[in-house]
């Protein structure tokens, strides 16, 4: 007999029926609680019988993260740090901009990419979230939140490369996309890569409308390889290629990530660089100044670098943004999530 209890976050309703041996409504109702009403504790699941919760209580687990600590930002940012069942940890953040609401999640613990500028992957890599840790994030950071009847964006922009953990993070999106628990719209979560070749492949055949962002911070091989070591693998030119191949296959637009950093990536002539990389492309360019990280030696350009750089892509005709970044007092802000050792 196997005594191994069941992490109820990690299925759907129908797999919840199944491993329970339950009628499909129940197996609904169990995942309602979870999901939609986020409740961990399987006294408060009130419709269904004592005999159910005494089976869940005996044989399951209702949760599998939790919160051991919380920071707050004067500007509607939280961070919460997570401890797993086995001790490790991950950060997730919970986000606001006016009514926006946006929810970065974290897919391994720590990041094998090993960015040259990012602290997680200066944590080291200890293993991949399961569906139910990546997606009960999200169910955590909404908590006690008034999201005035919104529902949350979520970005896959945490801790770790979501394709090197593809199957985990694709079975995550579905669970927080139920229209019976959290009911999240395909267009308002985003899935961001180092630039995984076979997981930009994979991901344009999924039958959704997810969204898909590309981290590019330089646009030749040479800084690239220095900066994404993935590069190194899939060096831009197959890397674009691919990327070409996936908007056509779906229709959907893809968003580019570059941190700027100074006297680094930022320059004129990088910026053009930049703009013939993504000639013909039917992308966004979202730059982000550097968050400093303790111990890294790169900083910010100024305001005035970024914004040349930024009007440089302009005149070329590249969609673009500089993203006002926020959590950076409270290390909640791009590149700056981090593992903590058990």
Not at 127 to 144: C, D, H, S, V
């Amino acid at each position: 007999m196997n005594d191994m209890p069941i992490l109820l976050t990690d299925l759907l309703p129908e797999d919840i029926a199944t491993a329970l041996n339950l009628k499909p409504f129940q197996g609904r109702q169990v995942f309602r609680w979870l999901y939609g009403k986020q409740a961990c504790d399987f006294d408060v699941m009130t419709d269904l019988s004592k005999p159910l919760r005494e089976m869940l209580r005996a044989r399951c687990v209702p949760c599998q993260l939790e919160a051991i600590q919380t920071q707050e930002s004067p500007g509607g940012t939280r961070k919460m740090l997570f401890r797993l069942r086995d001790g490790e940890t991950v950060e997730s953040v919970f986000l606001r901009d006016r009514d926006r609401v946006t929810l970065c999640v974290s897919t391994q613990v720590g990041c094998p990419i090993k960015c040259l500028f990012c602290a997680t992957g200066r944590s080291g890599f200890a293993r991949n979230l399961t569906p139910g840790e990546i997606a009960e994030q999200a169910l955590r950071l909404i908590e006690n939140a008034d999201l005035e009847g919104r529902s949350p964006n979520i970005v896959y922009m945490g801790m770790g490369e979501p394709f090197r953990n593809y199957d985990a993070v694709v079975k995550s999106v579905r669970l927080l996309m139920r229209p019976d628990g959290l009911g999240v719209g395909a267009r308002r979560i985003t899935v961001s890569t180092a630039g995984d070749i076979p997981g930009i492949r994979r991901f344009a055949a999924e039958p959704w409308q997810v969204r898909l962002a590309v981290s590019l911070h330089a646009a030749n091989d040479e800084l690239r390889s220095e900066l994404v070591p993935l590069n190194r693998k899939y060096p831009l030119r197959p890397l674009m290629a691919t990327v070409r191949d996936y908007m056509a296959a779906t229709g959907r637009q893809v968003s580019f990530e570059y941190v700027l950093l100074d006297g680094v990536n930022d320059s004129v002539e990088q910026a053009r660089e930049l703009t013939r990389l993504l000639r013909g492309i039917n992308g966004i360019v979202n730059l982000i100044a550097y968050n400093e990280v303790a111990g890294v030696e790169f900083s910010a350009p100024s305001r005035a670098v970024c914004e040349t750089f930024k009007k440089v892509l302009e005149d070329a005709g590249v969609k673009v943004t500089l993203r006002q970044e926020r959590g950076g007092d409270i290390d909640a802000a791009c590149g700056q999530l981090r593992r903590f050792s058990k």
